[in-house]
């Protein structure tokens, strides 16, 4: 009779290569993030953060992922709701300057 403890678990092979590539992904992601960071997903730049992280997947992974699939990756870990947005947007939104062209800019008679 044998033990138990002499035969390794067999894991069914599809259901490990899923697992292993569900893990490599979040990976992925969360390798993504330290670029990425998700508090830009609620600013004035979630666009270009959004795509810089499906660049980051398509190019880890050589296949294509769209907006939707990515921000249902982030939802694994993140309440996007719940984020709070990057203050540094913020005060660039409420920054006032006057602008004045140059001098240069205007073309005199003289010359």
């Known amino acids: 009779m ?7 678990c067999k894991i069914p092979n599809s259901s490990f ?3 292993k590539s569900e893990l490599e992904l979040e990976l992925r992601l969360l390798e993504a993030l330290e670029i ?40 694994r870990f993140y309440n996007l709701e719940m984020v709070k947005p990057d203050d540094e947007d913020t005060e660039i939104l409420n920054q006032e300057e006057d602008f004045r062209l140059p001098q240069s800019y205007f073309v005199t008679e003289d010359s």
């Not at 270009?48 to 050589?62: D, H, M, W």
């Open 17 to 19: 290569r899923k697992e």
């Open 2 to 8: 044998e033990s138990l403890y002499t035969r390794p």
């Open 36 to 75: 990425y960071p998700p508090a830009k997903l609620r600013g004035i730049h979630r666009h270009f953060v959004l795509y810089g992280l499906t660049e980051y997947l398509r190019r880890s992974f050589n296949q294509p992922f769209s907006g939707d699939d990515v921000l249902k990756l982030l939802d």
